[in-house]
């Protein structure tokens, strides 16, 4: 008895030995997600890669703090900010980010985004060029709890190798460029699966922060990606989809900015016919254009000077003052399907110079399908982000681009959406 007592002493020590045994993890790296909300590009998730397989228990949101730098560097001093995001849950999964039951090598961190977390941000708006850019996110991921495995802990990691990141939808465009007359224009695509049927085109006019050479930015800054979300598309059955990008603005005019004329008109309408003859199952009869502000402004000028080409226009907080145009004008598109959308607190565009007298002046002038969605204000209708007194979350009035790009405009005398609209329109009808 006295000898298997003394056994079992000795072995104790190298039983717990064994139990604490540590695993040594050589090769470790992250993958940012991006997504694109109401407010713009954000990064609301981190894939982690391990070499070895963990266990679902093995993980919990407490398992590893991330910190973040970001940076510009069109500015004189780069760094913008930095600081630990809150990870708000963590899960294993797969390489994708999709959470799995079965033991895996991946790790999700979903992380608070919000309008007022600008750590979340991936994209930086510079006052001085007066553009947005993608900014540089440098990730640590350092772990603060040991995984278990039945190997032993795995301890002490800290992963900083950065091996890619994916936007959501916004991967899903191609980008080029298009030069007419010394006149270059980027833009992004987008072409849907081919169903054997002619689809129609949707063109989208970025705002004023969009302009340059990037032209994944007009889709980012703003939902403008949410053109080919599966919500989106299903209601035209497979959409084309084409954004243009101007290297300035398009209000910049030939005798100043916005008077009524843009330096850019010609090079963007030959642009848009460019890109239909090089896809011979674009649907003529079903092109419809739309842009926010600065946008907005240059789709009144392309409905104006091209009444006949568009099936359907549903400009935005647009910016073409209505004392820019003329009687004639609004008899060339009153008899065009177009949906203005405003809202009362724009402190950009005084709807009471913009879209207002205009509308007013479509309706007198007798046009038949012309409609306005004109909001008390922006707010945020997902109910994930409110003030402190628990309203909704209030963005710049100027923002009613929201209402668009989420669908949530809808006729006044019926339940039908603005894409539900846009889709029914065709020259053909």
Same mark, same amino acid.
């Given at each position: 008895?006295?000898?298997?007592?003394?056994?079992?002493?000795?072995?104790?020590?190298?039983?717990?030995?064994?139990?604490?045994?540590?695993?040594?993890?050589?090769?470790?790296?992250?993958?940012?997600?991006?997504?694109?909300?109401?407010?713009?590009?954000?990064?609301?998730?981190?894939?982690?890669?391990?070499?070895?397989?963990?266990?679902?228990?093995?993980?919990?949101?407490?398992? &590893?703090?991330?910190?973040?730098?970001?940076?510009?560097?069109? =500015?004189?001093?780069?760094?913008?900010?930095?600081?630990?995001?809150?990870?708000?849950?963590?899960?294993?999964?797969?390489? @994708?980010?999709?959470?799995?039951?079965?033991?895996?090598?991946?790790?999700?961190?979903?992380?608070?985004?919000?309008?007022?977390?600008?750590?979340?941000?991936?994209?930086?708006?510079?006052?001085?060029? @007066?553009?947005?850019?993608?900014?540089?996110?440098?990730?640590?991921?350092?772990?603060?709890?040991?995984?278990?495995?039945?190997?032993?802990?795995?301890?002490?990691?800290?992963?900083?190798?950065?091996?890619?990141?994916?936007?959501?939808?916004?991967? #899903?465009? #191609?980008?080029? #460029? &298009?030069?007419?007359?010394?006149?270059?224009?980027?833009?992004?695509?987008?072409?849907?699966?081919?169903?054997?049927?002619?689809?129609?085109?949707?063109?989208?006019?970025?705002? =004023?922060?969009?302009?340059?050479?990037?032209?994944?930015?007009?889709?980012?800054?703003?939902?403008?990606? @949410?053109?080919?979300?599966?919500?989106?598309?299903?209601?035209?059955?497979?959409?084309?989809?084409?954004?243009?990008?101007?290297?300035?603005?398009?209000?910049?005019?030939?005798?100043?900015?916005?008077?009524?004329?843009?330096?850019?008109?010609?090079?963007?309408?030959?642009?848009?016919?460019?890109?239909?003859?090089?896809?011979?199952?674009?649907?003529?009869?079903?092109?419809?254009?739309?842009?926010?502000?600065?946008?907005?402004?240059?789709?009144?000028?392309? !409905?104006?000077?091209?009444?006949?080409?568009?099936?359907?226009?549903?400009?935005?907080?647009?910016?073409?003052?209505?004392?820019?145009?003329?009687?004639?004008?609004?008899?060339? !598109?009153?008899? =065009?399907?177009?949906?203005?959308?405003?809202?009362?607190?724009?402190?950009?565009?005084?709807?009471?110079?913009?879209?207002?007298?205009?509308?007013?002046? =479509?309706?007198?002038?007798?046009?038949?399908?012309?409609?306005?969605?004109?909001?008390?204000?922006?707010?945020?209708?997902?109910?994930?982000?409110?003030?402190?007194?628990?309203?909704?979350?209030?963005?710049?009035?100027?923002?009613?681009?929201?209402?668009?790009?989420?669908?949530?405009?809808?006729?006044?005398?019926?339940?039908?959406?603005?894409?539900?609209?846009?889709?029914?329109?065709?020259?053909?009808?």
């Amino acid at each position: 008895m006295l000898s298997l007592l003394l056994s079992l002493t000795i072995l104790s020590p190298i039983a717990s030995s064994v139990s604490a045994k540590s695993i040594q993890i050589n090769h470790c790296s992250y993958h940012t997600i991006t997504t694109v909300e109401d407010w713009g590009a954000s990064i609301p998730k981190i894939i982690i890669k391990l070499d070895k397989k963990i266990s679902k228990k093995s993980i919990t949101k407490d398992t &590893f703090k991330v910190y973040v730098t970001r940076e510009d560097k069109r =500015l004189d001093k780069s760094l913008i900010d930095e600081g630990y995001r809150e990870v708000t849950t963590a899960y294993i999964c797969d390489k @994708n980010g999709n959470s799995t039951n079965s033991s895996s090598k991946y790790v999700a961190l979903e992380m608070q985004i919000g309008p007022n977390i600008q750590l979340s941000s991936a994209i930086n708006y510079d006052i001085k060029s @007066n553009f947005n850019n993608w900014v540089n996110c440098k990730y640590t991921i350092t772990q603060q709890k040991d995984i278990q495995t039945k190997s032993g802990a795995i301890s002490n990691l800290v992963i900083n190798k950065n091996e890619g990141n994916t936007r959501v939808l916004v991967d #899903k465009f #191609k980008t080029g #460029k &298009f030069t007419y007359s010394n006149t270059s224009l980027t833009y992004a695509s987008y072409k849907p699966a081919n169903n054997g049927k002619k689809r129609p085109l949707i063109i989208w006019l970025h705002g =004023l922060g969009e302009g340059s050479t990037d032209a994944t930015i007009p889709i980012s800054a703003n939902k403008a990606d @949410n053109f080919v979300s599966k919500d989106m598309q299903a209601y035209f059955h497979g959409a084309y989809v084409l954004v243009p990008q101007t290297p300035g603005r398009w209000m910049d005019g030939f005798k100043s900015f916005g008077d009524g004329t843009s330096v850019y008109e010609n090079a963007l309408i030959s642009l848009i016919k460019n890109y239909i003859h090089s896809h011979n199952d674009i649907d003529t009869n079903r092109i419809y254009i739309g842009g926010d502000s600065n946008g907005g402004y240059m789709t009144m000028l392309m !409905i104006r000077d091209y009444p006949k080409y568009f099936a359907a226009a549903f400009p935005t907080c647009e910016a073409l003052s209505d004392n820019l145009i003329s009687d004639a004008d609004i008899n060339k !598109i009153k008899n =065009l399907p177009i949906w203005f959308t405003a809202a009362k607190t724009d402190p950009v565009v005084d709807p009471s110079k913009y879209v207002l007298p205009t509308y007013n002046r =479509l309706i007198k002038a007798g046009a038949k399908d012309v409609n306005l969605s004109y909001f008390d204000n922006v707010v945020d209708t997902s109910g994930l982000y409110k003030k402190q007194d628990g309203t909704p979350y209030e963005y710049n009035g100027h923002w009613s681009w929201i209402y668009v790009l989420n669908n949530q405009c809808t006729k006044q005398d019926s339940r039908l959406t603005i894409m539900q609209w846009l889709s029914k329109k065709s020259l053909k009808k």
